[in-house]
Structure formats: C-alpha cells, structure tokens
C-alpha cells in the first residue's frame, strides 16, 4: 500500500468522524504538510473529503471508478499486482499494448472511464462512454501460440462467471466470446498478443462491458445496472477476479476441462448460424455443434462438422 493509500484507510476507518491531520500524521509517521499533499491527490483522482477547520479531514463519499485503490482491495485473487486508471484514453488495448512492448509485468492492468477509439474484434468500433468498464490485462504466459488460442474463450467465460456472481441471471456466450443477457449484448473481449513461432510473448485481454445505461443507450445492448444492484466498482472486481480465476484454470486444467462449460453456457445450442468474415462474406453455414480441445467452434453442415476457427456468427436476431 502506497502512503496515501494509508490514508485513505485512515480516512475511511474514522468515517463518518473526521480524523485530525496532525493524529494522521502522527499515525503515519509523515508531515502534517505530507497528509495534506495526499488528501489533495486523494480530492482530484474523485475522493470526496471535506476539510473542517479546526476538526480534521472527512471522507464522505468514495469514487464510482475503477481506481486502484478501490478495485486492489477487493479482489480475491493475486495475479493482477497493479491496476492504473486513466478516466479516459483512445484505447486501453492500444496503450497496454505499448505498455507491454516497454517491458510492463505479467499482471498489469489499465482501466478507463472512457475510450474515444475504442475496438472491438473485426475491426469494428467498441463505443465507450463514461459509465461502463473499460479494462485491459497484461498476461506474459508460458505458452505456444496453439496452447494460447482457446484464450478468448477461457476469458468470456470468466466474465460470465462473474456477471453471475454479482446476481446477474440469464447469462450467456456467443462464440467466441460475446457475453449476453437475455439475448443483448453486454459485454466483448478483444484479445491481442505478440508472438514467436513458439512462444507468445505477450496476451493483451481487452474487456468491455455495459454497465449504466447511458442518456443515449445503444440499440440491442443490455446494461449490467439493470440486472443488477452494481456499479463500476463492483463489476470490474469481479471481472478481474472471473478472468484471473479462468486463466489459472485453463493453466492447470486446460481448455478440455473448461470445454463442457463453455458449451452449457453457450447462446447458441441448437441454433442455424451463419458464419461471416471480416468482409461480411458467408464461410460456413450449419448447426451449432459444441467447440473443440483448441476452441474451434463446430458447425454441422450437410457435408459433416467444420470446425471454425475465426469469423463472426449471424443469428436470424442481431445483436450489437
Ligand atoms: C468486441 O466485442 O468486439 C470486443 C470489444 C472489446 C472492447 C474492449 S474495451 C477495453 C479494450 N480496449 C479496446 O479498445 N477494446 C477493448
């Protein structure tokens, strides 16, 4: 805990009292001027304290933002170390991607309160207003590049395990890793990664989800705030901790053993499917048939089950 961690903790512990900055800074061991430095950077990253003359400092409202300070706490799992908030960038993807190529560890995570170039798979737009996660992990796996393709899947499912967690009902996959409730898109994952012929050498895992429905919502999307009693905070703990608990699974497991699940959860068992490429042209079009070892989606068709490896599937409804 950095020390102005330690005084939010201070802050927090005394409230709704104020706390004296000189008893602060007695506690702590620091200046009265050092508390006071720290309760400024504490007001501009989104703390509401008030400063009493005479009495102290008091907390009286905590920040709705995926700050580091709010989410490291309450996490249950250790493979994120440090999460760096920014309220808002182009693309968390693109700037963890740079972060990673300067040498940022195993386990560094960037999250947004927004994004103004925001991607999505397929070269499409990932619109990101204020109000919903924006997050991306930094992953330097032990793994080849065949070992790490069932990645997206592994990580939509963490996500829906963690929708479900915060009471979210009616949660569902659509190959390979759109997370729906009740048939709307809520959440995407756009995975990224350098690599050798045998080794990858970095995974950026790029998460969106909607969480408040904005003034404007968009067409076919489904908002986690309407499902359930949550906010940003919330959701973004229990998304870091569903992909961190998933990516230890598919380390020690593998996809094999997550396969059964994924399938369960899928949207679309039992559907006719298209699939299109990136230029919108149809590739394959069948029954969903479950996924393979390696994440391949499996249609059958009149000729017998082809395995997909990549594309995007059309249902006769559409969502974002
Ligand atoms: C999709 O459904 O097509 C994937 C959407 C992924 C969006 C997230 S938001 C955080 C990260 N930064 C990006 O630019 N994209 C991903």
Redesign the pocket.
């Known amino acids: 805990m950095s020390r102005r961690d330690d005084v939010l903790a201070a802050l927090a512990q005394a409230a709704p009292d104020p706390l004296s900055g000189q008893r602060l800074a007695e506690r702590l061991g620091i200046s009265r001027v050092a508390v006071g430095k720290h309760v400024a950077a504490l007001i501009d990253a989104g703390y509401a304290i008030d400063a009493i003359a005479g009495t102290g400092y008091r907390l009286t409202t905590r920040p709705d933002l995926p700050l580091d300070s709010e989410v490291l706490p309450r996490l249950e799992t250790s493979l994120w170390t440090e999460i760096a908030f920014v309220p808002e960038t182009g693309?968390?993807?693109?700037d963890l991607k740079g972060a990673a190529r300067d040498g940022a560890p195993h386990g560094s995570v960037l999250a947004a309160g927004g994004?103004s170039e925001?991607?999505?798979?397929l070269g499409?737009t990932?619109l990101?207003p204020q109000g919903g996660v924006?997050?991306?992990m930094l992953l330097r796996p032990e793994m080849s590049p065949a070992q790490s393709a069932p990645v997206p899947l592994v990580v939509g499912l963490g996500v829906a395990r963690a929708l479900e967690s915060l009471g979210v009902e009616s949660v569902a996959l659509k190959w390979p890793n759109?997370v729906w409730i009740d048939r709307s898109k809520v959440a995407?994952?756009?995975v990224e990664s350098s690599a050798e012929a045998d080794w990858v050498e970095w995974l950026v895992i790029?998460?969106?989800l909607n969480v408040k429905r904005p003034a404007e919502s968009f067409e076919g999307a489904a908002y986690i705030a309407d499902h359930a009693d949550v906010g940003i905070v919330d959701t973004a703990a229990a998304v870091l901790d569903g992909v961190a608990r998933a990516w230890e699974q598919l380390a020690v497991e593998g996809f094999a053993a997550m396969r059964a699940e994924y399938e369960a959860r899928s949207a679309l068992v039992g559907e006719d499917l298209r699939v299109l490429d990136r230029a919108g042209v149809e590739q394959v079009r069948g029954v969903w048939s479950g996924v393979d070892d390696t994440g391949r989606m499996l249609v059958r068709t009149p000729d017998g089950i082809t395995p997909v490896a990549s594309g995007d599937v059309t249902l006769d409804m559409q969502a974002r």
């Open positions: 693309s968390t993807n693109d994004q925001g991607r999505g798979r499409r990932w990101s924006y997050v991306s759109d995407g994952v756009l790029g998460v969106g």
